[in-house]
């Protein structure tokens, strides 16, 4: 369980944490609360003093983040019951903006509870801002990226309306071009790299690099895409 700072204050939401544990282990509860942090300080002068902003019931900003802590993506995302199951969909707002992304999830709430739609987006929070423009600084890889390996090469592939992105190793055999694909989506841009040219490796025995090249800003967005979408479907 969990009590918030802002509604109960610092010491009556730790007088109420610590009476629920001790509901448990049987344990005396400490007569002080430990001194509040700097951080909870400012966090609490801040939450005081900023303008409160507007708000839409049903639509969140969320993010998703690497295995390393980096933010992966940022969406705007709209939740809203139909036919008595919890759905949601997400907009990305490195594709639609951050406003855009804002206005197509309050729409898609609208349409299932009927309210008004606001006229402004919330202002956006400092933290999405670096992100952007950490990502705007962030120089393109050119869509022919080489993979520094003779015989594999990185491709993008639409069949039957879905898009696929892999690593493809090639070779000869017997007179015959062959050829053998791994998904990044399945094994990772690096991992499916690596299995390209571990197979082709296979066939001319000649030495292979041991890291992958950057990856392409296309296929880091292809990525991004590919993670919103299996969202909104599930």
Known sequence: MSWAVPKYGYVGAWRLAVEERARHDGLP????????????????????TKPKKPKRAGVTLTCQHHPDGTVQYICWRATYTLDGM????????????????????VEERARHDGLPVPKAAPPMPKWVEEWLSSRSNTSRCNRANTSG???????????????????????????????????????????????????RARHDNLPSPTEPPPMPRWVEEWLEDAAVAALTEA
């Open 149 to 199: 390996r003779t015989g594999v090469s990185l491709h993008r592939n639409n069949t039957g309306g879905k898009e696929f992105v892999y690593w493809e190793a090639m070779w000869r055999s017997a007179g015959k071009t062959l050829k053998k694909r791994w998904s990044i989506l399945k094994h990772g841009y690096a991992g499916a790299w690596a299995l390209a040219v571990e197979e």
């Open 29 to 48: 509860v400490p007569k002080a609360a430990p001194p509040m942090p700097k951080w909870v300080e400012e966090w609490m002068e801040e939450v005081q």
């Open 86 to 105: 919890p759905k949601s969909r997400l907009w990305s707002i490195r594709k639609h903006g951050y406003v855009g992304a804002w206005a197509l999830a």
